[in-house]
């Protein structure tokens, strides 16, 4: 590949290297030269520019990152078309990411024209959610660069995505006296919400003393589970505890006791007849990331855990909170009434192209009655649907939801008239509300009820917000105190507006759910979501 500068005379064939514009001539960077564009840059007085010219044995850009990102992509990864020398891969399906690092390590070692990123190893992924990318530093590079990269793989596909599957899970709790029924039955939440991803579901809840032989028994009568969960009244400290001993008296087999990640330290991964079996530290009572996430997830994408998979986990394994701020107050926002909901559904979905992307099916149903429904799963009341574009057919895909519809006749401003329309719908008695966006159908209802719950607790919090790895997602809290700010908002400008508004009062809620970062915008991600 030559580099460098060109006579326009002798510039046609070539790839401009920089964005050329020569009085009305625009050449745009990376774009082929024709002759046509000769004629006319030479006529606007331009006599040379700096343009890159492909030899033989060379390939463009975009056809290695295409080769290179359909031999990366293994089960459960689908790509996207590539577009200027980059090819990104996404989920197909909800499951754990499975990275080969050393394939990886391999390709990115082959020569400095090839890149490749991809998430955390062993991270859970939702369908439609970025995995990983592709990118062809220069314009071109000799194809034998490509042949070597790819030799390198030894037909395996380095990045993949075990599916989850929809498992029997039987919970053991153990019993001591001062345990509370209501302790339990919260475990019991918590420990369904984890499994709702992978569609696994809680079949057995068993609760027996904090005993080695009735719990033996009751671990040893769980033959239908597929994984088996005990939740101990007292941590496990030593393999010759109450726990290990009962999974040792039922005929079962002990992994490994301990793991380097705080919280979760306490964990005893083991199994019987084939199923995996996971005493659970104290730490997974609450919905908070710890350790047992990390087991379990991979156990419900039917991945084995090890002694040396444990042991592996300690770089990245300390996920303690950093005190960033001091401890809220005395809850005082939600004494009057719970917070509102609206959900923003009036866009034109230009980056779609024809079709609205709000009314396209996503799991048998139109994208929009997700976001909704997730709104009413929480305890978001009154939840408002604020329309625009196509607002019948938007209001035909929600029909028979308990909703409040809400014309925005000037949906085409820009977002922030929604916004405002769906502020001036709300009750006076609500002190603030759960802002959704209707192209984010993998959000939850648990999502929305935590910022509520954070609200509650945060007597001079003006918003709330997810965050996943730091970075801010949606859906958005907003308290009412930050309505009349609503007013200022023009054309696109929306809750992030209202965020800087609000400064230092802005909570962050660290959550490990892809969903809050996840909207689909392009065919290429609604493919990608869809599998």
Known sequence: MKFGPVAVAEAAGCIAAHSVRAGAVIVRKGAAITPEDVTRLAEAGLSELIAVRL???????????????AALAGRGVVTETAFTGRVNLFAAAAGVLTIDAGAIGGL???????????????????????????????????????????????????????????LRVAVVSTLLPGLKDSVVDKTLRVMAERLAPAKATITADLRVPHQEAPLAEAIAAQAAADLVVVFGASAITDRRDVIPQALLGAG??????????????????????GRPVIGAPGCARSPKENGFDWVLQRCLAGIPVTRADIQAMGVGGLLMEIVSRPQPRAPTHLEAAPVAGIVLAAGRSTRMGQANKLLQTVRGKPMVRHAVEAQLASRARPVIVVTGHQHEEIAAALAGLDVGLVHNPAFASGLASSVKAGLAALPESAPGVVVSLGDMPNVTGGVIDRLAQVFAESADALAVVPTLLGRRGNPVLLARALFADVEALAGD???????????????????DDPAIALDVDTPEALAALEG
């Open 55 to 69: 030899e033989s044995g060379d390939i463009g850009e975009n056809e290695a990152a295409t080769r290179l990102a």
């Open 252 to 273: 079962g087999r002990i992994e490994h006791l301990g793991m380097p990640v705080d919280p979760g330290n306490l964990l005893l991964i083991g199994e019987l007849a």
């Open 108 to 166: 990115n070692r082959v020569d400095e024209a090839i890149t490749v990123a991809t998430l955390p190893q062993m991270k859970p992924v939702v369908a439609g959610e970025m995995v990983g990318t592709v990118k062809i530093i220069p314009y071109g590079l000799p194809a034998v660069l490509v042949e070597q990269a790819l030799a390198g793989f030894e037909g395996a596909k380095p990045v993949a995505v075990a599916p989850y599957r929809p």
């Open 493 to 511: 400008e929306g809750a992030r507006r209202l965020l800087d508004a609000a400064g230092e009062a802005i909570v962050e809620v660290p959550l």
